[in-house]
C-alpha cells in the first residue's frame, strides 16, 4: 500500500509499504479522508518534536472497513467508520475517571512514533471506532477529530448560554469553537483573529463581532462592543504571549479563560490580571473518548457546518504541496483533507 512518509523537517516522501494486519479486536480501515492538522505542519516543519522521523502523520481519519481482526463483533467489511486517535488503555487511574485523553499509557495515531492514517490503510482497535453517520460524507468524518478539540473546551467552559464570549484566533479549530459556541445560545460572541478572510468566515458562522487585532486595539473593541461590560468567557486557540494575555485581560470580574492553543512554551502573564481579579485559566487539552462519540452525532444531526471549513480535497501524491500551501497561503485554506483512494 502507499504511505506518506515524514523523514526530516519538510521533507515527505511517497512510499510503498507492506499493508498491515489487523490483530485481535483490532480493524483494518481503508482510509477516505484524512485532514492535515496545522500541528501535522509544525511537525513537518520539524518544530515540535511531536513527529519522530521516519513516521506516517494523520490523525483526523474516516474511512470504510477492509478486514477484520479476530473478535471484532460490532462493525463489518465495508462499513464506514469515524476514528477516535488517542489509543487509551481504559485501566489507569486517568482512565478510569473518564480522562481517556490524558491516559498515562495513550498512543496517538499519527503523533510522535505511531503511524497514522496518510496511508492507504491502517490498522485500529475497535473500541476507537464509530459509525460514519448516515449521509455524513468522509471529508466530514474526518473532521470530527478537530471538532471534538472544539466541543472539550466549550463543555469545559460551563453553561454559555446567554453570556458573552470571546474566541481569539479564527483558524481551524477557533471556527469548529465558534459553531460550538453558537449551539448554546449564548450572548454576543467576538472572534479576534489577523486575517480579514478567517474574520469574514466567523461572521458568516454566526460571530456577532470581529476584531482585526493587527489593524485595532482589540480589548477597546471588546469594551465598545459588551458597553463597558467586557466578557464572560473567553477561549484561546493560537497559543501566543499576546493572544493568551488578551483572553486574561478581556475577562469579568471572575471571568473564566479556556486555554486551547500551544505554539509558545513560556510565556510572561501579569499574574495580578488573574489574582486582582478573581479569573480563572483553564488548560482544555483534546477531548475524552465520550466527547468524541457525541461529536460524531452532532454531525450526524447536521449542526456543523463541516463544508463551510473544507478548502480541498487531495491525493496522497499531491498531499506535499498541499503542506506547502498550507505554509505559505493559510489565509486562504482552512482544512485540506487527503483522501488515499484518490
Known amino acids: 500500500m502507499k504511505s506518506l512518509k515524514f523523514l526530516g523537517p519538510k521533507h515527505l516522501e511517497l512510499r ?3 499493508a498491515p494486519v489487523p490483530g485481535a479486536g483490532e480493524v483494518l480501515v481503508r482510509v477516505r479522508g484524512c485532514g492535515i492538522c496545522g500541528s501535522d505542519v509544525h511537525g513537518w516543519l520539524g518544530k515540535t518534536g511531536r513527529r519522530i522521523p521516519p513516521m506516517t502523520m494523520g490523525h483526523e481519519f474516516s474511512g470504510e472497513v477492509a478486514a477484520l481482526g479476530a473478535g471484532v463483533e460490532k462493525f463489518r467489511t465495508g462499513d464506514g467508520v469515524v476514528v477516535q486517535p488517542i489509543n487509551f ?7 478510569r475517571a473518564g480522562l481517556t485523553n490524558m491516559c498515562l499509557n495513550k498512543r496517538f495515531f499519527g503523533v510522535l512514533t505511531v503511524d497514522g492514517a496518510m496511508a492507504e490503510c491502517v490498522a485500529v482497535p475497535e473500541k476507537l471506532l464509530y459509525p460514519l453517520p448516515e449521509g455524513c460524507s468522509f471529508e466530514a468524518g474526518a473532521m470530527a477529530e478537530p471538532y471534538a478539540v472544539a466541543y472539550g473546551s466549550v463543555v469545559k ?11 481569539v484566533g479564527a483558524g481551524m479549530i477557533g471556527l469548529c ?10 450572548g454576543r460572541v467576538i472572534v479576534v483573529d489577523m486575517s480579514d478572510k478567517r474574520l469574514a468566515k466567523a461572521l458568516k458562522l454566526g460571530a456577532d463581532f470581529a476584531i482585526n487585532s493587527g489593524r485595532e486595539d482589540a480589548l477597546s473593541k471588546i469594551a465598545e462592543y459588551t458597553g463597558g461590560g467586557m466578557i464572560d468567557v ?3 486557540a493560537v497559543g501566543v504571549e499576546a493572544t493568551a494575555n488578551l483572553s486574561v485581560k478581556a475577562l469579568k470580574v471572575a471571568g473564566k479563560a479556556m486555554w486551547v492553543g500551544m505554539n509558545q512554551r513560556e510565556m510572561e502573564i501579569n499574574m495580578q490580571d488573574i489574582v486582582c481579579f478573581a479569573r480563572s485559566v483553564v ?36 498531499a506535499p504541496r498541499a503542506f506547502e500551501d ?7 485554506l482552512i482544512k485540506i483533507v487527503i483522501d488515499p483512494s484518490r
Open 16 to 18: 510503498e509499504v507492506e
Open 89 to 95: 488503555c481504559g485501566e489507569c487511574v486517568n482512565c
Open 157 to 167: 467552559a460551563g453553561d454559555l448560554a446567554g453570556r458573552d464570549v470571546l474566541i
Open 177 to 186: 469553537i465558534l459553531q460550538m459556541v453558537k449551539l448554546q445560545k449564548p
Open 234 to 236: 473567553s477561549i484561546e
Open 283 to 318: 488548560g482544555s487539552f483534546n477531548y475524552t473518548h465520550r466527547e468524541f462519540g457525541e461529536v460524531v452525532e452532532l454531525l450526524g444531526s447536521g449542526a456543523l457546518a463541516t463544508g463551510e471549513l473544507l478548502s480541498r480535497v487531495v491525493s496522497l501524491e499531491e
Open 326 to 332: 498550507l505554509l505559505n497561503n493559510p489565509d486562504d
